[in-house]
């Protein structure tokens, strides 16, 4: 009998089920803390739920069977035919929009894959375009330096193997056979790598249905690791996320790498690495005149996120055409010119020391404190808590004059003349010391007025 070479491929598919956590036992030299701190310094990515759906602009996966039929679901990608798709461009926007990752989806609920995986038919090298999308945009990124990622769906409710179908997972399929479905996973999740990797971020997604179980996800995890050890992997790959807030519980058991809170802005957390996944409107895929958020509120959100030493994952679902549509286009850009002001003290910032409320939020990066201020009082001076080290001196960037007065009780700071800015004021602080070494503050509501 030949002897198999123990490549790294060849060890992840002979694990079955690799317990007990070496992400436990972190540390600064492992190569998924030094990935992870690199990632967060990127702070802002752009997520694209693409696929032969948005033919029919319904939400990805969780329309089949549901506003769409199941054989007219599973049918779309004969004429999935995105002719205007220019994956520079789409990276260019990324680019524009002040976005250092982007993350695709591989592969959602409902099973098409973005590339043309040998492990099944259903994929784009069988749709009219047959273009490899993923190959395309894994270049693109490169060239722009955007770090390129994947979003892949645990769950697949069309798979034969996978124990449960659409609607939403709440049918069962006649034949299931799980642990088969476990190596299609495994297979295609090592393909993606071999053929378009090295990849910043594996994003996973629904794990939360019963088939899925923390050994599986565990395993996964580690046979990952083993390919590519700088991969960063979302909590999403193994059990214990508590709901949309996204943060895992007994985070030593499951395995991954951050929290995901969903369409909702992560609490602030400085011991563990998160990154909010929101929608630029209210559909992950496509939806013709979907309701979009205003400019101030996108900048506003991402602020927010960062000031609490979160990511943000911000979302466009691509049109059938292959575009992005250009409102979303023009919304994007919106970001990343404001960002091109005043991104300073977003990128390779900290969150803190004045946790994000009403009042705005504030990050940190060397002796530096930026403070984005959203709400003023309605009458006098913002009034934050006191802090050890001493302002040396305070600039604001975006308006006139601002008085700052540090005190023993407290540091006050006068609203700007001119009136609040519709995003936020931008003030910074200069220490006397590291801005980090601060401890992260509350800022009391009733010093943001409104009352
Ligand atoms: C999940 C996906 O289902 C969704 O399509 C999108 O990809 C997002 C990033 O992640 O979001 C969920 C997950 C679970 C539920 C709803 C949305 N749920 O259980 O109702």
Redesign the pocket.
Known sequence: MKKPIATPTAVFLATVTLLVAPWAQATAADPTTAALSQWRDLKFGLFI?WGPVSLKGTE???SRGREVPVEEYDALYRRFNPTAFDAAEWVQVAHDAGMKYLVLTSK??DGFCLWPSKYTDYHIGNTPFQRDVMKELAAACRERNIQFCTYHSICDWRHPDYPLGSPGGKTAKPHPNMPRYFEYLKNQTAEIIANYGPLGIMWF??E?EAPWTTEYGNALYAGLKELQPSLVINNRVSKGRRGMEGVTEQADLNAGDYDTP?QQIGGFNRERPWET?MTICRQ?AWKPNDLMKSRAECIQTLLRTVGGDGNLLFNVGPMPDGRIEPRQVERLREMGAWLKTFGDGVYGARGGPFKPGPWGASTCKGNTIYLFIMNWPASGPLRLPPIGPKIISSQTLNAGELGVDQQPDGILVSAPASGPDPVATVLTFTLNAAAFSVPPVSVEPASAGNE
């Open positions: 739920h990805i996966g969780w959602h609920h997604d629904g939360w969903e996944c992950w």
